[in-house]
């Protein structure tokens, strides 16, 4: 697979091109229902049962990656990649983010502790690249 970054275009056998986009975010932001809705192939997920008390949350949570597709036209795939939100997987962060084009930043509006761990992922992807990206807030809770 080759992909297009700032700093390596990449041409694909049959021609286009392809470019990486990463979705973070924390814990439970909504990334892999994002990738999960939005991409035209099933998606490899790679989640396990949670077993610590955020089971109450949600029953699994990624421990690698996500990964799915869009193709905007013949000419422009673009590739997805979700990252882990616990912070015990954070070395996946780096391996994900290589030669990305840009990031999706997911907050979870819903947990106020969310944004707190944002600024700590952000800090780490700007210091891994200076690609542009997009900060989203999630889980807006519902107004009566
Ligand atoms: N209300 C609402 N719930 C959402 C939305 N997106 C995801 N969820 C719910 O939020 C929970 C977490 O979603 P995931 O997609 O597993 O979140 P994640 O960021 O991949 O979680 P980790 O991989 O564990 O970090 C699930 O129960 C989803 O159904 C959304 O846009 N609105
Ligand atoms: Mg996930």
Sequence with gaps: MTLETSRTPGRRRHGGKAVKIVVTGPFSAGKTTLIRTISEITVLSTEQDITDDTRSRKAATTVAMDFGRITLDRDLVRYLFGTPGRERFDFMWEI?????????????SSRDESLAEAVVILVAFRRMARVPFVLALNREPARA
């Design 96 to 108: 994900l983010g290589e030669r990305m084009l840009g990031y999706i930043l997911l907050v979870d």
